[in-house]
């Protein structure tokens, strides 16, 4: 799921950090994307510290992110454990058309109703 390197961060809050993977699927690649998707989320599923994820699909089919991705995990530093397993890199970079950006955020604020 995740190309590009990951800065190391330290979160102080404690609080889980959010994962964001914009992807680029070509015309065509749909079904193999969501197929490779859910084996990633297979195996970082099983990892320490991840906590859920979700994948959205644009309601444009000629959006540049068609595909993105949402996922919560315990701290950078699990999320860079898992993606540091040789299964991780097997399962999300085997022979795949597609390029995604990604990035580890903090929560900067939060509003409510009422």
Known sequence: MASNKIRKETIMNGEPVVLINAFEVPDGQ?????????????????????????????????????FVNVARWESPQAFQAAISQPEFRTSANTGRPWCDRTGLYAMASQRTPG
Do not use: K, V
């Open 30 to 66: 749909d079904e193999a994307f969501l197929q490779a998707w859910e084996r990633t989320r297979a195996f970082l599923s099983t990892q320490e510290g991840y906590l859920s994820t979700r994948l959205h699909r644009s309601l444009s089919p000629s959006a540049e992110f068609r």
